[in-house]
């Protein structure tokens, strides 16, 4: 997914998608183990697509103003 695409999602809408991604990626290792998986290198694409959802997520939840009060 374009970087793009995932900056336009809120954070609730980037949570799903790095969900999303680690079960395919759990999908694609389960294939690779079991000798079914042709195309290896698409355990890289999906390792680095959730790499991209995560850092941009890290950076909308940092760009959100702090609810906690400041200590004293």
Avoid: C, Y
């Avoid at 079914?36 to 997520?57: G, P, Y």
Wanted: no cysteine; aromatic share 2%; net charge positive.
């Amino acid at each position: 997914m374009k970087t793009a695409e995932l900056r336009k999602k809120d954070v609730a809408g980037l949570e799903t998608e790095v969900k999303s991604l680690q079960k395919a990626h759990f999908g694609l290792r389960m294939q690779k183990a079991t000798q079914q998986l042709n195309n290896t290198a698409t355990l890289r694409a999906t390792r680095r697509d959730i790499a991209r959802a995560k850092t941009i997520l890290a950076q909308k939840r940092a760009a959100e103003p702090a609810t906690t009060p400041a200590a004293k």
